[in-house]
C-alpha cells in the first residue's frame, strides 16, 4: 500500500511537472479588443510568428472580451503579455503590483485622440452642446479617458454638455456610428483613425476631424512582474531588433503601426494614472 502511494504521488509530481513544463514552452499574449477581433489577429499572426522564431517558443494569442479582461488575465498569470493602453497599464500595475511595461511604438510617446463630427456646422466641442457623443471603451485610454480629462479641463463635464454619451467599445465602432449618424460626434485614437482613412474605410467626404488633443503617452507591450527575466529580456531584444529597412519586419511594424520599437517605463504612464484619478476612475 505505501509503495502504491509514492508511486501515485510520484505520477501525480511527474504529471504537474510536464503542465508546467508545457506552460512554460508556450508564451500566451493578448490584447485590449480596441478593434474587431479580427482584426486583432490579423494584426498579431505575423507578429507571433516573428517572436516564435526568435524566443524560440511557441506563441498563443489569447482574445478577451473586453478590457478589464485583459488586466485580470495577467494578474492571475492566465497570460504572460499583454498589449495594453496606457491606462489598462495603471490598471494592470496597480492591480498586480509589478507588471512591466517592456517596450512602446516610438509615436506612442506623443500620442492623440481626434475628434470627428459628420456635422459640417461643427467647428469646435462647443458646437456640440446638447448633441449626442460618443467615447470608445470606459477603459480606453485614448477613447476615452484622456479626451475626458482634457474636456474637464476646458470646463466640459460630457454627461451634463451632452444630451447622451454612448460608449461604442472600440475605435471603429466609434467612426462607424458617426458616419452612421448614430452619434453626432465621438473621438477615437488617431493610429486607428489614419488606418481607417488609408484603407477607405471611412468616408471623408461626410466624416471630419474637428479637433485633436494635445499630446499623452499612450500604448505598450507589457509582462507580468515574475515571468523569467532572461525571457523578458528575449521578448524586448525581439522587439527592438525589428528592423524597417527589412521588408519582412517592416511588414509586421505596419501591421502594428510602428515605425518602430522603443523601450519605455512605468515613470511614462505616471500622467495617466494622475489624469484617472481626476476623472473619478481610480479610488
Same mark, same amino acid.
Given at each position: 500500500?505505501?509503495?502504491?502511494?509514492?508511486?501515485?504521488?510520484?505520477?501525480?509530481?511527474?504529471?504537474?511537472?510536464?503542465?508546467?513544463?508545457?506552460?512554460?514552452?508556450?508564451?500566451?499574449?493578448?490584447?485590449?479588443?480596441?478593434?474587431?477581433?479580427?482584426?486583432?489577429?490579423?494584426?498579431?499572426?505575423?507578429?507571433?510568428?516573428?517572436?516564435? #522564431?526568435?524566443?524560440?517558443?511557441?506563441?498563443? &494569442?489569447?482574445?478577451?472580451?473586453? !478590457?478589464?479582461?485583459?488586466?485580470? $488575465?495577467? %494578474? *492571475?498569470?492566465?497570460?504572460?503579455?499583454?498589449?495594453?493602453?496606457?491606462?489598462?497599464?495603471?490598471?494592470?500595475?496597480?492591480?498586480?503590483?509589478?507588471?512591466?511595461?517592456?517596450?512602446?511604438?516610438?509615436?506612442?510617446?506623443?500620442?492623440?485622440?481626434?475628434?470627428?463630427?459628420?456635422?459640417?456646422?461643427?467647428?469646435?466641442?462647443?458646437?456640440?452642446?446638447?448633441?449626442?457623443?460618443?467615447?470608445?471603451?470606459?477603459?480606453?485610454?485614448?477613447?476615452?479617458?484622456?479626451?475626458?480629462?482634457?474636456?474637464? #479641463?476646458?470646463?466640459?463635464?460630457?454627461?451634463? &454638455?451632452?444630451?447622451?454619451?454612448? !460608449?461604442?467599445?472600440?475605435?471603429? $465602432?466609434? %467612426? *462607424?456610428?458617426?458616419?452612421?449618424?448614430?452619434?453626432?460626434?465621438?473621438?477615437?485614437?488617431?493610429?486607428?483613425?489614419?488606418?481607417?482613412?488609408?484603407?477607405?474605410?471611412?468616408?471623408?467626404?461626410?466624416?471630419?476631424?474637428?479637433?485633436?488633443?494635445?499630446?499623452?503617452?499612450?500604448?505598450?507591450?507589457?509582462?507580468?512582474?515574475?515571468?523569467?527575466?532572461?525571457?523578458?529580456?528575449?521578448?524586448?531584444?525581439?522587439?527592438?531588433?525589428?528592423?524597417?529597412?527589412?521588408?519582412?519586419?517592416?511588414?509586421?511594424?505596419?501591421?502594428?503601426?510602428?515605425?518602430? &520599437?522603443?523601450?519605455?517605463?512605468?515613470?511614462?504612464?505616471?500622467?495617466?494614472?494622475? %489624469? *484617472?484619478?481626476?476623472?473619478?476612475?481610480?479610488?
Amino acid at each position: 500500500m505505501f509503495k502504491q502511494t509514492l508511486a501515485l504521488a510520484a505520477g501525480i509530481a511527474l504529471s504537474v511537472s510536464a503542465v508546467f513544463a508545457h506552460a512554460a514552452d508556450v508564451l500566451k499574449v493578448s490584447a485590449i479588443p480596441d478593434e474587431a477581433p479580427t482584426e486583432l489577429l490579423r494584426k498579431f499572426k505575423p507578429l507571433g510568428a516573428y517572436l516564435e #522564431q526568435e524566443l524560440g517558443m511557441k506563441v498563443e &494569442f489569447v482574445p478577451v472580451a473586453d !478590457y478589464a479582461a485583459v488586466v485580470e $488575465a495577467l %494578474a *492571475a498569470d492566465r497570460i504572460d503579455m499583454a498589449w495594453l493602453g496606457g491606462f489598462t497599464f495603471v490598471q494592470a500595475r496597480l492591480k498586480t503590483g509589478n507588471a512591466v511595461p517592456l517596450v512602446q511604438r516610438e509615436q506612442d510617446a506623443e500620442f492623440t485622440s481626434k475628434f470627428i463630427t459628420s456635422d459640417p456646422a461643427v467647428k469646435s466641442l462647443q458646437d456640440l452642446k446638447g448633441k449626442t457623443f460618443a467615447f470608445g471603451s470606459v477603459s480606453s485610454t485614448s477613447g476615452s479617458l484622456m479626451p475626458r480629462y482634457f474636456m474637464l #479641463q476646458d470646463g466640459i463635464k460630457p454627461e451634463d &454638455f451632452f444630451s447622451r454619451v454612448a !460608449y461604442s467599445g472600440a475605435h471603429d $465602432a466609434t %467612426a *462607424a456610428w458617426v458616419q452612421a449618424d448614430k452619434a453626432d460626434a465621438g473621438v477615437l485614437n488617431a493610429s486607428v483613425w489614419q488606418k481607417l482613412v488609408d484603407a477607405g474605410k471611412v468616408d471623408t467626404d461626410k466624416v471630419k476631424v474637428f479637433a485633436t488633443t494635445p499630446t499623452y503617452y499612450d500604448y505598450n507591450w507589457t509582462v507580468r512582474g515574475n515571468l523569467d527575466a532572461d525571457l523578458q529580456a528575449k521578448i524586448k531584444a525581439a522587439f527592438l531588433a525589428l528592423d524597417p529597412a527589412k521588408p519582412e519586419q517592416k511588414a509586421i511594424l505596419d501591421l502594428q503601426a510602428a515605425s518602430r &520599437f522603443i523601450e519605455t517605463q512605468p515613470a511614462n504612464y505616471e500622467g495617466i494614472e494622475e %489624469a *484617472a484619478r481626476a476623472a473619478g476612475l481610480l479610488k
